[in-house]
């Protein structure tokens, strides 16, 4: 910005005036050709004479006190000895003929009659000799003067005191700084050169030593599993998803990997590039310092406090400065780009075993959220960004991992895993252990690892102990400023302080930084929380070489058993062995009911702990353990208790560790929160447009800047300056700020963000998917009813439980898998509302061997569970074998969902209507399960505990149905109104039935109460289509929608239900997506069916998903938006989480998105809105004119009005409601672009306007500024006349007033007068404009040099002359005092075009002109959005 400045130097070198079009001062308004005017306020030059009675009476030298005497300069002094005779010009008595002295300076001003420009000097000395009586007063201009001109070997008595200009000293560039700096700069050159052709000839064969490396671990198998398989012991295999890359190929590149796969590549280090490497770091802190030493010679720092002391004159020190600047420019650009491997360059490139850093290079993948068509300029920059960044592979991510040593183990580690060097693939893989595939597998590894087992796999899969760097705010600001945007602005920087703007140089990088300590304060105060998260540890006791030991849980590897103690957390993820453990999952589920973990069974039981069957026998990292219990507590016959004898001193539960570190769901899980998918919004792509279009903008202003200016050095620094107004560099921090606003807002209202960029994306949602059980309805399921099933025939529904047979009773008392620790229930909440009301309870005091649990009823009836088999997703549920004490009998129970104990139990035991009633439950909301009921009689128990599960259960008949009821959230309907009047699809994803998922739906309102539900399910291996109220067949679903898509209403008719099951085939047949955005219920859904059901909606709109984070944390991360209504550990990674439960939280949460997207654009519009009026309207305008507005006013607009209000605009507060709209999304939209270069025109006109009126103004034409006429070195008095006048306080109107243009935007944020800092800094300075514009000459209007002048002339014009003291007025008038009326005009017309630009925003872009122009083009051309009912 010093504009101003670049300016003086250019005007010096410049023969001819401006303006380029019309001379200045040439004719009147009525075209009359314009007197030649006075020119008054005039300084005389000094006067010397051969004896001081020679001066003129009006400069006589006064009479000296006593102890003085007159010296050589006109003054008194003690002494004459030191003080320096001005006549002398510099040089010595002796070389002058005649000795002269000075008479005292002349303190008045002079007035010169029909002042010339071109015989300035003369006039002056003429006009001074006449007032001093040395010429006539009738003497006319050009006369003798009698007074000679200054020489050494003058005589006259009297002579002008105009010293001859000093030889400047010129920089020959054969100094020997320069000559050092050559040197320098050639042997660094030279360097370089020979350390490349020493580097290809030592790596001429690296390219063979490269290998290629899956990040999918290698599976090695334990003995126990080997043996079952007929592995031999140690024998490693590939992962389930190994990649087939050659592991050996010169042709293969990081661009060409496949997703999942690494390049490896080794270096060892090398003396020389140690030495080249430090020159390199040396060499870029050479250059900026370089820079700064110029800069400090400006200002006189660096030699002698004598400005250019060390480059001689300006024009060498801009000549240099710009050498430099550019150079420095391109090795720091190039010292960005080479970051990661830079340091690798100057290492020699070897093969892995030798290496001692291998540099790990992956393609690093972005997903591109976008939404509707994009225009064709932004299909073509983002095809050649793409085209660029694989052509110099910039989508590749260079790591320096360095090698280390265990043994003759050779290891790294990456990205929180090990990878160890294996000779025989002579490439670094990393590995995990099978202990085993079944329950009996895993229970042969009960007598844990000896040392050395431990210590090799240790060796292997590295310590259980996740590092997490957090760097020191000093490095973490560091490594925030080594990036393009702050060296963009560190560079415009250097060149505002080189041209003496420190003032507003110093103002932007307090702003920068600023702006910079937040982010890295934020950035490391995150990084803290996932480094508390990730880094745990305590001691544990292992069994190590058969006996327990006490070791730091970092040591824990794959194979090892653990003793679990009450209140430990769990490090690392395993399997019960003996005993039950009770843990808190919370932490990773967000469940806060605690869950029972049960010991393995010695049969032949499929493990996989990934699923959901499997999960009761497992524990998991990141869990706290609430209480264990003995292995005699719950432990079956069949368990490890049956394998070994209990020793007193055996801890009496214990775990076997599966998996360690990063392996574990808990490790992945900071991995991805470490190292995150990369996203782009649409904003981030047509940013690339608008960048490049803004940088072609000051291209084409910088042009013209140098054809205003003249080609000299002068137009580069002004060129620079434009193209830094066209593209400014608060611009990436602007786009930022409304991102940070509303993070700061979701935060007080319990909504955590840790992704800004997917604030503005909540802003474009339109498609909203929710999980039902905890997201829509409460967690907890309530118990309704039973209703008995006898001889095939439905009783009555009946809540009381004392009215059931007993047979039933004990059913209900005894088939779930709830158990009571400290008197407290715990297990799956269903399991735990079914046995509370029973009013059962359960005895600690257990009899018989082959007793689970005692359990009593209230009349004191005992029942024993001899059996349990936990429910299992695959079998849909669960049985329990249990003995009546009274009887002695055995009874075998079975409880799942209905559809399953239908398939299993007896057929002669079915009811007829079965499908029917238990449809009419559903559809009223309840959650249905079915018990069934089998007598074995009296049996030996241990008979019973030998047979297997199918066995017990066959033949069981069904005696009821269980019925839960699943409340809605009392502001679930509301919110789901909200979302449908702000435009937004809502859809329910969840793993209950479809007819219960429908109740639900038409009780919150995402179904209507008229429409009708069709549920498609696989009947026969077929999908048909059924009315869930008829249950008739709907034979043609597409003529439904057909008939549906029809209609002109918002709400749907006809709504469209699925199973996972019809969802499948629907993917499989090809149909998923013509029917996607009619499915309104997606049921019976598994997390895995939620991760694709939410990529399908991804693919036709913004989609968001709602849920709680327990099971449905893929769908959540996989998302365009994720929040989780959850606290927990696990809900980290989803974007968005809320310690609120309630889906108002997605309300607030689009309200707060819209609002920030909407700021985010006000922001961006607003800072282009300054580059277009700065660029083209202040600065083109000033160049044509050759004035520069006052330096107040240049600080006022950079310092203050700028930041301010882009700070202002953010204040804007959030929209009450949703709006019927989402506001757009695209910097180079029409929408957008309309507005910009809408107020763009309307500015220049006014701007233009005003100009055109004052060229209109009798005072003003002869009184033109013209740049011969002034003195150019006074740099800051260029703004001395009514051009910059007039040009300041338009510009300045026109500047605060887009603040307020851009704070309209009431769909999506609140009125404009409720953002009160906007309004308050608006009406602020625009009534410190107005008073500027309007006020008569004042104190505060001369600071900015606007209607005022000098203290004579002021008082001369009839106005009270200021007191503050201002430098001379550099003009002819010497004042630019407009008159009353003129300035009453012009304040007229800037209120007239703040006007305009407001009805033209709001009326026009936001308003009915501007949505009749959308419907128009949406007629014409069609929307390219996707249409479908909400």
């Known amino acids: 910005m010093v504009r101003y400045l670049v300016l003086v130097t250019g005007l010096a070198s410049v023969a001819y005036a401006f303006p380029a079009f019309n001379v200045p001062n040439s004719v009147n308004v009525d075209g009359d050709t314009c007197p030649v005017m006075d020119r008054s306020g005039l300084m005389c030059p000094v006067l010397c004479v051969r004896d001081f009675n020679n001066c003129p009476d009006l400069i006589q030298p006064s009479e000296c006190p006593a102890g003085e005497q007159l010296c050589d300069d006109g003054a008194c002094y003690d002494s004459c000895d030191d003080v320096e005779n001005p006549c002398l010009c510099g040089m010595s008595a002796s070389d002058f003929d005649v000795l002269y002295k000075a008479c005292p300076s002349y303190s008045t001003s002079v007035t010169v009659k029909q002042y010339n420009p071109s015989t300035k000097q003369e006039q002056i000395e003429f006009a001074c000799a006449q007032t001093w009586g040395l010429v006539s007063r009738n003497a006319t201009f050009g006369s003798d003067t009698s007074v000679a001109l200054w020489a050494t070997n003058e005589t006259a008595t009297t002579m002008w005191n105009e010293c001859p200009l000093a030889a400047e000293p010129k920089l020959s560039f054969t100094e020997t700084v320069c000559l050092a700096f050559y040197g320098i700069i050639g042997a660094e050159v030279l360097l370089y050169l020979l350390w490349h052709a020493y580097k290809s000839i030592r790596e001429r ?10 990040q999918l671990p290698k599976t090695q198998v334990s003995p ?26 010169a042709t293969v590149s990081a661009s060409q990997l496949p997703a999942g796969s690494m390049l490896l590549r080794g270096y060892k280090n090398d003396i020389a590039g140690l030495f080249m490497y430090g020159l390199t770091l040396l060499s870029t802190a050479g250059w900026i310092a370089l820079l700064m030493i110029i800069v400090l010679d400006y200002y006189g720092k660096v030699k002698g406090g004598v400005a250019y002391g060390l480059l001689a004159n300006s024009n060498d020190s801009m000549s240099v400065f710009i050498f430099v600047w550019h150079l420095a420019a391109i090795w720091l650009i190039a010292m960005l780009a080479c970051k990661r491997r830079l340091r690798n360059y100057f290492r020699i ?28 300029l932004t299909q073509l920059v983002t095809k050649a960004y793409n085209a660029v960044v694989l052509k110099f592979g910039l989508n590749i991510v260079a790591e320096s991992c360095a090698t280390q040593h265990i043994g003759d183990n050779q290891f790294i580690e990456y990205r929180c895993t090990r990878y160890v060097f294996i000779e025989k693939a002579g490439s670094f893989e990393c590995h995990a252990f099978v202990l085993g595939e079944t329950h009996r597998s895993l229970l042969d590894c009960h007598n844990g690892l000896t040392s050395a087992e431990a210590d090799a796999r240790l060796t292997r899969v590295g310590e259980n102990f996740i590092r997490v760097y957090v760097p020191s705010f000093l490095v973490g600001l560091l490594q925030e400023l080594f990036s393009y945007t702050y060296l963009y602005q560190m560079m415009c920087l250097f060149v505002w302080f080189y041209f003496n703007y420190f003032k507003l140089a110093l103002v932007q990088l307090c702003v920068i930084l600023i702006s910079a300590f937040i982010k890295v304060f934020i950035r490391l105060r995150s990084e803290r929380r996932v480094k508390m998260l990730a880094e745990r540890r305590n001691q544990c006791r292992v069994r190590r070489n058969g006996v327990w030991v006490d070791l730091d849980t970092a040591d824990l590897v794959p194979g090892d058993v653990v003793a679990v103690e009450a209140n430990m957390e769990v490090i690392c993820d395993g399997c019960v062995l003996r005993g039950e453990v009770v843990v808190d999952e919370s932490s990773l589920t967000g469940e806060a009911m605690p869950v029972r973990k049960l010991p393995l069974k010695n049969e ?12 009761a026998y497992s524990v998991y990292a990141g869990t706290r353990v609430l209480q264990c219990t003995g292995s005699s507590y719950g432990s079956a016959p069949t368990s490890l208790d049956t394998m070994v004898p209990v020793d007193s001193a055996e801890p009496q539960t214990q775990i076997l560790v599966l998996r360690t ?6 490790g992945k899980l900071i991995q991805r929160i470490l190292f995150p998918i990369r996203y782009s919004f649409v904003l981030d792509e047509q940013l690339r447009v608008s960048i ?3 940088l072609a903008y000051g291209g084409v202003v910088f042009g013209l800047s140098i054809w205003l200016m003249g080609a000299d050095r002068t137009s580069w620094y002004y060129g620079l300056f434009v193209v830094s107004q066209a593209f400014p560099p608060l611009l990436p921090a602007a786009l930022v700020i409304g991102q940070s606003v509303a993070a700061d807002r979701l935060r007080r209202q319990q909504i955590f963000c840790i992704d800004l960029p997917r604030i503005n994306l909540c802003g474009k949602v339109r498609l909203m998917l929710f999980d039902k059980t905890g997201t829509l309805t409460h967690s907890g399921m309530q118990f309704y009813s039973v209703q008995e099933i006898a001889n095939t025939t439905f009783g009555d529904a009946e809540q009381n439980i004392e009215k059931l047979s007993d047979q039933i009773q004990i059913g209900l008392a005894s088939c779930h898998a709830a158990t009571e620790i400290d008197q407290q229930l715990i297990g799956n909440p269903v399991d735990v509302e079914q046995f509370q009301a029973t009013g059962w309870r359960i005895e600690n005091n257990r009899e018989g061997a082959h ?23 695959a079998r849909q549920s669960m049985s329990v074998a249990v003995q009546d004490a009274a009887t002695r009998h055995v009874h075998v129970f079975v409880k799942g969902s209905f559809e399953r104990i239908k398939k299993i139990a007896r057929v002669d035991s079915v009811p007829a209507d079965y499908d029917a009633v238990t449809a009419a439950w559903a559809k009223q909301g309840c959650y249905v399960l079915a018990l069934a009921h089998r007598d074995l009689g009296e049996m030996d128990l241990g008979s019973v505990s030998r047979m297997p599960r199918a066995q017990l259960e066959a033949g069981c008949s069904l005696v009821s149905l269980l019925l839960f009821r699943n409340t809605l959230k009392e502001d679930t309907p509301q919110a789901i109104a909200e979302l449908r009047g702000g435009d937004t699809r809502s859809v329910m994803v969840t793993g209950d039935t479809a007819l219960t998922a429908a109740y639900i739906a038409r009780e919150c309102g995402m179904v209507d109460a008229t429409a009708r539900v069709v549920l498609g399910t696989i009947e026969d291996d077929a999908l048909i289509w059924r009315d869930t109220a008829t249950d008739k067949v709907v034979d043609d679903i597409n003529a439904e929608i057909c008939a549906v898509t029809a209609q002109d209403s918002q709400v749907s008719q006809v709504e469209l239900a699925v199973t996972e099951a019809a969802f499948n085939w629907l993917i499989k047949s090809g149909q998923i997506r013509h029917l996607l955005l009619h499915i309104r219920i997606f049921a019976r859904m598994t997390p895995q069916g939620k991760i694709m059901c939410v990529n399908l909606h991804m693919e036709r709109a913004v989609t968001a998903m709602c849920g709680d984070g327990g099971n449905d944390t893929g769908a959540l991360r996989a998302a365009h938006v994720g929040i989780a209504l959850s606290e927990a550990e696990a809900s980290i990674v989803s974007p968005f989480s809320s310690a609120n439960p309630s889906i108002m939280s997605c309300v607030t949460l689009l309200r707060e998105g819209r609002a920030g997207l909407a ?4 922001a961006y519009k607003f800072l282009v809105n300054y580059a277009v009026v700065m660029a083209l309207l202040l600065e083109v305008t000033q160049f044509y004119f050759s004035v520069i507005v006052p330096e107040a006013v240049w600080i006022m607009v950079d310092g203050f009005t700028t930041s301010i209000m882009i700070l202002s605009i953010t204040q804007a507060q959030t929209a009450k409601k949703l709006a019927p709209s989402r506001p757009t999304g695209q910097l180079i939209g029409a929408h957008t672009l309309a507005s910009i270069w809408g107020q763009a025109a309307i500015n220049i006109a006014f701007l233009y306007g005003s100009i055109g009126l004052l060229f209109a103004q009798s005072w003003f034409r002869c009184n033109e500024f013209d740049s011969s006429d002034i003195d150019t070195s006074l740099w800051w008095l260029l703004g001395d006349n009514y051009e910059a006048e007039v040009i300041s306080i338009v510009c300045l109107f026109q500047f605060i007033n887009a603040a307020g243009v851009y704070n309209f935007g009431y769909r999506y944020r609140r009125v404009w007068a409720t953002n009160y800092l906007l309004v308050l800094m608006y009406s602020a300075f625009l009534a410190v404009v107005s008073a500027i514009a309007l006020a008569d000459p004042n104190r505060f209007g001369c600071v900015f040099r606007i209607n005022c002048g000098n203290t004579q002339t002021v008082r001369d014009l009839g106005y009270s002359a200021s007191t503050v003291h201002i430098s001379e007025y550099n003009n002819p008038l010497g004042h630019n005092v407009m008159p009353r009326h003129f300035r009453w005009t012009l304040w007229a017309m800037c209120v007239v075009n703040a006007v305009v630009c407001l009805a033209y925003e709001k009326l026009v872009v936001l308003g009915p002109v501007g949505r009749r122009v959308k419907a128009w083009w949406v007629a014409k051309h069609g929307d390219s959005k996707i249409q479908f009912k909400l």
Not at 205 to 214: D, L
Not at 224 to 249: C, F, L, N
Not at 604 to 615: F, H, L
Request: hydrophobic content about 35%.
């Open 692 to 694: 490049l279009a803004l």
């Open 851 to 873: 007793s689970l649990d005692t359990l009593i009823a209230p009349d004191h009836r005992t029942v024993h569970v001899v059996r349990r088999f936990e429910f299992e997703h």
């Open 604 to 615: 032949a039981i499929a493990y996989d702990p990934q699923n959901s069957a499997s999960k």
């Open 661 to 666: 570190r990063t392996a574990t769901d808990k």
């Open 1159 to 1162: 700021t985010t654009l006000a």
């Open 349 to 376: 490139e070897c093969s892995l075993p030798q290496a001692r850093v291998v540099q790990v290079e992956e393609r690093q993948e972005e997903v591109i959220m976008t939404e509707g068509r994009q225009n064709r």
């Open 205 to 214: 064969h690296a390219a063979q030593m490269r290998r290629v490396c899956s």
């Open 224 to 249: 126990s599993v080997a043996s079952d398989k007929q592995y031999e012991k140690g024998v490693v295999q590939s992962g389930p998803s190994s990649i087939d890359v050659p592991m050996s190929d």
